[in-house]
């Protein structure tokens, strides 16, 4: 209720709606702004008081990430779209099993991502009601994303196959479902003429699920 004079606030004397006990309308109002920052990720600083008002600055707090920022990162630009890894891969649906390169270094490193999704034929027969993808696609995979690096310097890549010519200490440490994005990066270890092999680690949500080192091959296509 009102005051008995019926005119609001007393702000000369902090006393509020004819309450007994003093109210600081500055310090309210700083408690106000300060929650307001804190749930938008911005820090409140409180600087000085000037007679009765209260000046104030709000900042970027370097302990909080933005919602913005990690938007933005979330969807940087990929290094290679679809489009782009069909032009350098021979595979098509439903073996293709690479949507996106995310970071590459010519002649070292690739890291790519699979989006693995319930639509997968796979999943049809591995298993009824209980999906998981197949280890071996998991290692062909990463083949497929060693293969952009390769490919993509090859001369007549049109004319030619890359072949596995051997699989080395592959091991499986998590199942991967319907759902998950499939993070696989291959590095370079060596490669003479037509021959390499290359190390693989494969990670949904930073975990490891598999890991393997791939031989391969590159040989002229057949009917070139």
Same mark, same amino acid.
């Given at each position: 209720?009102?005051?008995?004079? !019926? @005119? ?14 003093? /109210? @600081? ?12 920052? =804190? =749930? ?9 008081? *000037?007679? +009765? ?13 933005? #919602? ?7 969807? =940087? %630009?990929?290094?290679?779209? +679809?489009? #782009?890894?069909?032009? /350098? ?11 996106? *390169? ?36 998991? *290692? ?5 994303? =060693?293969?952009?690096? *390769?490919?993509? @310097? ?9 072949? /596995? ?7 499986? $440490? ?5 759902? @998950?994005?499939?993070?696989? #990066?291959?590095?370079?270890?060596? $490669? $003479? ?6 190390? !693989? $680690?494969?990670?949904?949500? !930073? %975990? ?17």
């Amino acid at each position: 209720m009102l005051s008995a004079a !019926g @005119d609001g606030p007393d702000k000369n004397t902090g006393r509020e709606f004819g309450t007994s006990y003093p /109210f @600081d309308y500055n310090a309210f109002t700083a408690l106000a702004v300060s929650c307001l920052c =804190a =749930a938008r990720g911005l820090e409140f600083r409180r600087a000085k008081l *000037i007679g +009765i008002s209260v000046e104030w600055c709000i900042v970027d707090n370097p302990t909080m990430t933005s #919602e913005t920022e990690k938007t933005s990162r979330e969807t =940087a %630009k990929p290094v290679y779209g +679809i489009a #782009e890894i069909m032009s /350098f891969l021979p595979h098509r649906y439903p073996f293709l099993l690479v949507d996106r *390169i995310l970071e590459l270094e010519p002649d070292k490193r690739i890291v790519g991502l699979k989006n693995v999704t319930i639509n997968e034929q796979f999943f049809q027969g591995h298993f009824p009601g209980a999906p998981v993808m197949p280890g071996v696609l998991i *290692i062909e995979s990463m083949a497929q994303v =060693a293969g952009v690096l *390769i490919y993509r @310097d090859l001369p007549d890549k049109e004319k030619k196959l890359i072949y /596995f010519t051997g699989i080395e200490n592959a091991k499986f $440490r998590r199942p991967v479902l319907p759902g @998950d994005q499939l993070h696989v #990066e291959m590095q370079l270890l060596n $490669r $003479r003429n037509n021959f390499g092999k290359m190390q !693989g $680690r494969a990670t949904v949500d !930073g %975990k490891l699920v598999a890991e393997a080192v791939v031989l391969f091959a590159i040989v002229e296509r057949p009917g070139s």
